[in-house]
Nanobody, 123 residues
């Protein structure tokens, strides 16, 4: 059974940094893409970043490009989201997700989700 468990959320001041972690287990993820999404109160869930498990190739939403970095450690079965220069608009519940297949629209098609971790950025 695939499990994704996020950690590392919290309260941070604007301009600060946080690292989110996602522990993945339950299968071999070669051929999968690992994504980060977020959902702010009253808003729809939105794509943040994705990394292909085997190649390490990544993509980002325009709103976080240059500030966030996604990475993975396939020996430890971990996915990370380094968030720098945080702004209040980054406040949301952040979710780790897994998608089978590394081609096509990487903002959709995720079949496995973690429980989410809250990130709050104060002004």
């Amino acid at each position: 059974q695939v499990q994704l468990v996020e950690s590392g959320g919290g309260l941070v001041q604007a301009g600060g940094s946080l690292i989110l972690s996602c522990a993945v287990s339950g299968r071999t993820f070669s051929g999968y893409a690992m994504g980060w999404f977020r959902q702010a109160p009253g808003k729809e869930r939105e794509f943040v970043a994705v990394i292909r498990w085997r190649s390490g190739i990544s993509n980002y939403a325009d709103s976080v490009k240059g500030r966030f970095t996604v990475s993975r450690d396939y020996l430890k079965n971990m996915v990370y989201l380094q968030m720098n220069s945080l702004i209040p608009e980054d406040t949301a519940v952040y979710y780790c997700a897994a998608r089978q297949g590394v081609t096509g629209d990487y903002t959709k098609g995720y079949g496995y989700w973690g429980q989410g971790t809250q990130v709050t950025v104060s002004s």
